[in-house]
């Protein structure tokens, strides 16, 4: 999760600061603007999640009671 925050902190406010500057010189409704903006928070969260749930997958690969109970067969790589 920490990667994801700190990623979109040193990269993503900048683009959205310049996206944001532009669109207010372009004369661009609030409406265009909220969208981008909701566009780049819903893009953070959908890392975040994505982080939180490879981490819970890590440790449940790693845990000793599944390791007791159950095996990994085989497991794939997500598309996106």
């Not at 603007?33 to 749930?53: P, W």
């Amino acid at each position: 999760m920490n990667k994801s925050i700190e990623n979109f902190c040193e990269k993503d406010t900048k683009k959205m600061k310049n996206r944001i500057a532009s669109q207010v010189r372009k004369d661009e409704d609030i409406g265009q603007i909220s969208n981008g903006i909701c566009k780049d928070l819903c893009k953070l969260g959908l890392s975040v999640i994505t982080e939180i749930l490879e981490e819970m997958d890590e440790e449940l690969c790693n845990s000793e009671e599944r390791k007791g109970c159950y095996e990994i067969v085989h497991k794939r790589k997500n598309s996106f």
